[in-house]
């Protein structure tokens, strides 16, 4: 990525989102993502946030999460940009997924639910270099991978 979009890309994912509705997640599809990406109701920045800030308000009490991608809002930020451009990237753009932990994600630790690949439970972290073929395929579509769940050792 360039400096001055790394920048601009930067400030984007900082900057909150002033006099806007908050965002009903809980039964968006993807067409109602698409309908507000073109109606201009909301942003991919926006639609994430508002999906981390819900995983953050429920996570302590149902544990699903096994990490966070930290470049999920700057991923938005990206498509944000591309979408003002030419639009959309792919069929899935700037939708926001999970994935099961069993997936590699480059640069994330993959435990397949198991606690002797996690340092953070004393066992060693397994962090793939690369993303699995599924992984790969979701963000050529244009989904926001916002991180890893759960999942019973070894499913």
């Not at 002033?18 to 993502?33: C, K, N, P, W």
């Not at 073109?38 to 800030?53: I, K, N, P, Q």
């Not at 308000?57 to 809002?73: K, Q, T």
């Not at 590699?104 to 793939?128: H, I, K, N, Q, R």
């Amino acid at each position: 990525m360039i400096p001055a979009l790394a920048c601009a890309v930067a400030l984007v994912a900082a900057a909150p989102a002033e006099g806007r509705a908050q965002i009903d997640v809980v039964e968006m599809t993807v067409d109602d993502v698409h309908a507000g990406y073109a109606s201009g109701e909301f942003t991919a920045v926006e639609l994430t946030r508002a999906f981390l800030d819900r995983i953050r308000r429920y996570e302590e009490r149902y544990n699903a999460f096994i990490s966070m991608n930290p470049d999920a809002l700057a991923a938005a930020a990206e498509l944000d940009v591309a979408y003002a451009g030419t639009g959309p990237v792919g069929p899935l753009h700037g939708v926001p997924v999970v994935i099961k932990d069993n997936i590699d994600y480059g640069g994330l630790v993959t435990t397949a639910g198991w606690e002797g690949f996690s340092s953070a439970a004393g066992g060693v972290d397994m962090v793939p270099a690369d993303d699995a073929a599924v992984v790969t395929r979701l963000r050529e579509a244009g989904a926001i991978i916002l991180g890893k769940t759960n999942l019973p050792d070894f499913a």
